[in-house]
């Protein structure tokens, strides 16, 4: 294997590693969206404080049947 070969795998596990947290993190932060709704926080408010828009939220509590 050349070097270049032995960069483009190490590469291509560290994306794979990447791709594997952004899937735990969206994860994490869904359960933490219906959980708050779940206590009150308004979609809004739950945009605010995640940056993402107000259709987000709601796309994610729909998932959740809320």
Do not use: F
Not at 37 to 57: C, F, M, N, W, Y
């Amino acid at each position: 294997m050349t070097g270049e070969e032995d960069v483009l795998k190490r590469a291509v596990a560290q994306l794979r590693e990447a791709e594997a947290a952004v899937i735990v993190a969206r994860r994490s932060l869904s359960a933490v969206i219906v959980a708050e709704r779940r206590a009150g926080v308004s979609v809004a408010e739950l945009a605010a404080r995640t940056g993402k828009t107000p259709i987000d939220i709601r796309n994610v509590l729909s998932v959740a049947g809320l």
